[in-house]
């Protein structure tokens, strides 16, 4: 019985979903009337791929009034403090 049990707890442990590791992007965005532009580093929920970071950002910057002009890149946790300052109050904001 003992050892079904043990079975069982590791194949249900394996079969569980790989976490996602942390992934961020950095980004451009404007607003207009009047024009404001801005930097900023997002972390992603999704997908880990520009394409996909371009879906996410256009989708939340555009429910703040802003429009995503480009993801500059796509990267790990090892760059998010290279990018901090540049970024200012947008760092982690959307």
Not at 54 to 61: F, I
Request: proline share 3%; hydrophobic share 40%; net charge positive.
């Amino acid at each position: 019985m003992k050892h079904l049990l043990l079975s069982l707890t590791l194949i249900g442990t394996l079969a569980l979903p790989a976490q996602a590791a942390d992934c961020y992007a950095d980004y451009k965005a404007k607003q207009d009337n009047p024009l404001r532009l801005h930097y900023g580093v997002a972390e992603l929920r999704g997908d880990c791929s520009r394409n996909a970071a371009r879906d996410e950002l256009a989708r939340r910057l555009g429910a703040r009034g802003w429009t995503l002009l480009n993801v500059v890149s796509v990267f790990g946790p090892e760059g998010l403090e290279q990018r901090r300052d540049s970024a200012g109050s947008n760092f982690l904001r959307f």
